[in-house]
């Protein structure tokens, strides 16, 4: 099992260095059994190649949006 955090998030909705895909293409392409993504999607959706990921996701039933009101911290 393969954890990657893509969390980018930022007012301006900019992916820095997620821009290279090379990055994504190891995470994809590494991962074995499963592979979980962790991001904010509204900012790596302004991306093609993160929002194609994004609705792939989804259309497979694997997509789990978070509420960060549910999130408790202390």
């Known amino acids: 099992?393969?954890?990657?955090?893509?969390?980018?998030s930022n007012p301006e909705q900019e992916i820095g260095f997620l821009r290279d895909l090379?990055?994504?293409n190891v995470v994809?392409?590494?991962?074995k059994r499963k592979l979980i993504l962790i991001g904010d999607s509204?900012?790596?959706r302004t991306d093609k190649a993160y929002?194609?990921?994004?609705?792939y996701v989804q259309s497979q039933g694997h997509y789990?949006?978070?509420?960060?009101?549910?999130i408790k911290t202390k």
């Open 28 to 31: 994809i392409t590494r991962a």
């Open 1 to 8: 099992m393969i954890v990657v955090s893509l969390v980018r």
């Open 64 to 70: 789990l949006k978070m509420n960060p009101e549910t």
């Open 22 to 24: 090379r990055r994504l």
């Open 51 to 55: 929002r194609n990921l994004i609705n």
């Open 42 to 44: 509204e900012t790596l």
